[in-house]
């Protein structure tokens, strides 16, 4: 682990639903961690159609090191990086357990 790599500032976030006063349901995120990162573009990507609007579909690496914190991050959680919000697709630990890496997908 090159630790000089770690140069972007993300957020790894939980989503929470709230119930309010006339049982709607709204979704909300709390921050887990801000963490030192190393982020780059996993793929291309594409552009696809969805309601009528143009969606980018670009994949992301997002390297973190492991820390008790961040173990504790899963599929369920979100990163927020620079004025991006990505949904964590998988969690992988490096084989020495020291870094681990999070493919992400941008949200709409």
Known sequence: MNTGEFRERVV?????????????????????????????????????????????????????RNSATAATVTTKHQVSWRSKVLNIASVVFSARRDTIELTCAEVG
């Open 12 to 64: 790894l976030q939980s989503r929470v639903e709230t119930t309010d006063s006339q049982g709607g349901v709204s979704q909300a995120t709390t921050t887990v961690a801000t963490v030192w990162a190393k982020v780059t573009l996993g793929s291309a990507g594409s552009e696809a159609m969805a309601a009528g609007q143009v969606q980018d579909n670009s994949k992301y690496l997002v390297e973190i």
